[in-house]
């Protein structure tokens, strides 16, 4: 694994969050209320400036890319974006939710070339499609509060998981609450790389979460409020 600086260590992972082929900013993970963000990292909300400003506020290796109309709304995936960031940020490698929820939309995706799918629970009926992908897509194990979203056997059954897993905390996206530690700890297993998406307010948390034994973080406001510079990464290593 990798701290997104070419060493191994934590990852700290930017997060995009697509709707209307723009960037929106995330608050509590009430999607339908997003708007376009405005930040100091970039000029306007276009998805290629936005990740180019990310990148710049944190050299990471790994982008994560919500396109919230595929996953509100189960329209396809919005490539034209992930092209302009993939052009922006050669080498850049992305993982993206967009609602998958069958075999060929994702075969469609992975046809396209632009990442890894990540299979969010919210999303799922049932557990065949995490199974049938296996170490090809990441698993986003998604919770508001203390609902478990999708199938109850995704959350409850690690043998089921791929290496990548996202523990991700919809109601502490973007609310400046800080990670939730003990959800965390329950979600950890054995052989699998657990990713914590919610709550990170700078690089106390992050070094919390690793102390925690958690692989890495998903990371969006505190890079665009400036709670989190590069400059910090060394602390991680």
Do not use: N
């Amino acid at each position: 694994m990798d701290d997104g600086l070419g060493r191994p260590g934590f990852a700290v992972i930017p997060v995009l969050d697509l709707r209307g082929g723009r960037v929106v900013r995330a608050r509590r993970g009430e999607r339908s209320s997003y708007a376009p963000i405005e930040t100091p990292l970039a000029k306007g909300s276009a998805p290629d400036a936005i990740a180019r400003g990310l990148l710049d506020a944190w050299p990471a290796q790994t982008l994560y890319v919500a396109d919230l109309d595929a996953i509100i709304d189960g329209i396809r995936p919005d490539l034209r974006a992930l092209e302009a960031i993939a052009r922006a940020c050669p080498g850049l490698g992305l993982w993206v939710d967009a609602g998958f929820s069958e075999s060929a939309g994702v075969a469609a995706f992975l046809a396209a070339g632009f990442g890894r799918p990540v299979i969010g629970s919210e999303s799922q009926h049932d557990t065949g499609l995490v199974t049938d992908l296996g170490e090809r897509a990441v698993l986003s194990l998604d919770t508001r509060g203390s609902e478990r979203l999708g199938p109850a056997a995704l959350h409850d059954d690690p043998g089921l998981w791929p290496p990548d897993v996202i523990a991700m905390t919809l109601a502490r996206v973007g609310a400046g609450a800080g990670p939730d530690l003990d959800a965390l700890r329950a979600v950890r297993a054995p052989g699998r790389r657990v990713y914590a998406a919610g709550g990170v307010r700078g690089a106390d948390d992050l070094r919390a979460l690793r102390a925690a034994g958690i692989a890495g973080a998903l990371v969006a406001s505190a890079l665009h409020d400036g709670t989190l510079r590069s400059a910090e990464a060394g602390d991680l290593a």
